[in-house]
């Protein structure tokens, strides 16, 4: 039994994710990237993560050539940066501050935390490539991470934790 494009998109949409921007710099030394979700830890010792990028991405040549990228975890008021990094053909950087990072990679500063790595793999992955780096600089601040789920985006609403007073039994 095999599944469509549409139906396998309509599940995996129920899987909420953050947000990230993907960036690294081209060959002719511009900065380039793409809003990625699909970002995860894979490794502690060393420190490991791992991004999938389209091959018909305008951004995958550059990620292909460089030996480092960047991630840049979205907050929950970067919808707009969000939305200008997955629009291919934009100039995404002509409106976005942006500024090297400790390893010289264009960050976004506003952003919720900041990665920088070293590839160290790139394993096919059916029309994605799965790029693996190790981390070599990191920082993070406080605030609220950007989500998305189902095509929309959305923001954290944590629950309470179990034991703790509701909202009205703490005023009381
Ligand atoms: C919330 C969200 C998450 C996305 N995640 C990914 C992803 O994980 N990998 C990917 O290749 N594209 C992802 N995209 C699509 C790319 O951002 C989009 O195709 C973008 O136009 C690529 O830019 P480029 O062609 O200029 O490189 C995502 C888009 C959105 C809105």
Same mark, same amino acid.
């Given at each position: 039994m095999s599944i469509s494009t549409d139906e396998f998109r309509h599940v995996l949409s129920?899987? %909420?994710?953050g947000?990230?921007?993907?960036?690294?710099? @081209?060959?002719?030394?511009?900065?380039?990237?793409?809003?990625?979700?699909?970002?995860? &830890?894979?490794s502690l010792e060393p420190p490991l993560v791992l991004v999938c990028v389209d091959h018909k991405a305008q951004s995958y040549p550059a990620l292909r050539a460089s030996s480092r990228f960047a991630v840049n975890i979205l907050a929950a008021e970067h919808r707009a940066v969000?939305?200008?990094f997955a629009t291919t053909n934009a100039d995404k950087f002509a409106a976005v501050t942006y500024q090297p990072g400790p390893?010289? /990679?264009? /960050?976004?500063p506003? %952003? /919720? %935390?900041?990665?920088?790595c070293r590839t160290?793999? %790139?394993?096919?992955?059916? @029309?994605?490539?799965?790029f693996v780096g190790e981390v070599e600089s990191a920082q993070a601040r406080q605030g609220n991470p950007l989500l998305?789920?189902?095509?929309?985006? &959305?923001? /954290?609403?944590?629950?309470?934790?179990?034991?703790?007073?509701?909202?009205?039994?703490?005023?009381?």
């Open positions: 129920h899987f %909420a994710s947000v990230t921007v993907v960036t690294t710099w @081209d060959a002719e030394g511009r900065p380039t990237g793409l809003t990625v979700s699909a970002f995860t &830890s894979v969000s939305e200008r390893l010289g /990679l264009p /960050l976004l506003e %952003a /919720l %935390a900041h990665l920088e160290v793999s %790139a394993y096919p992955g059916g @029309d994605h490539t799965i998305y789920f189902r095509g929309s985006y &959305s923001r /954290l609403f944590p629950l309470r934790r179990r034991g703790a007073p509701r909202q009205a039994e703490r005023r009381s």
